[in-house]
Nanobody, 118 residues
């Protein structure tokens, strides 16, 4: 049974930090590229960051570049999103997604809420 379980969301003040985690199970994690997406109320889902299956390549949306860092631990089957200098515009539900480099299959987590507010 495939599962992606996000955690680490919550309420944080502007300028603060949060670290999201996404724990994977039920598939060969090391053969999947991982992405973080977010969706704010009334807006389309947008890609925030992605990381290759070997951690050799990362990419970020312009809106988070320099503030967010994606990483992964293949031994723990977990991907992380370190979010610093948070802004109210970062308020959204954050989802992790797995994309199989060989299977071309995509899996999604259920999302975790991040609220940036004073």
């Amino acid at each position: 049974q495939v599962q992606l379980v996000e955690s680490g969301g919550g309420l944080v003040q502007p300028g603060g930090s949060l670290r999201l985690s996404c724990a994977a199970s039920g598939f060969t994690f090391s053969t999947y590229a991982m992405r973080w997406y977010r969706q704010a109320p009334g807006k389309d889902r947008e890609s925030v960051a992605n990381i290759s299956h070997t951690s050799g390549s990362t990419n970020y949306a312009d809106s988070v570049k320099g503030r967010f860092t994606i990483s992964r631990d293949n031994a723990k089957k977990t991907v992380y999103l370190q979010m610093d200098s948070l802004d109210p515009e970062d308020t959204a539900v954050y989802y992790c997604s797995a994309f199989g480099i060989w299977s071309r299959t995509t899996y999604w987590g259920q999302g975790t809420q991040v609220t940036v507010s004073s």
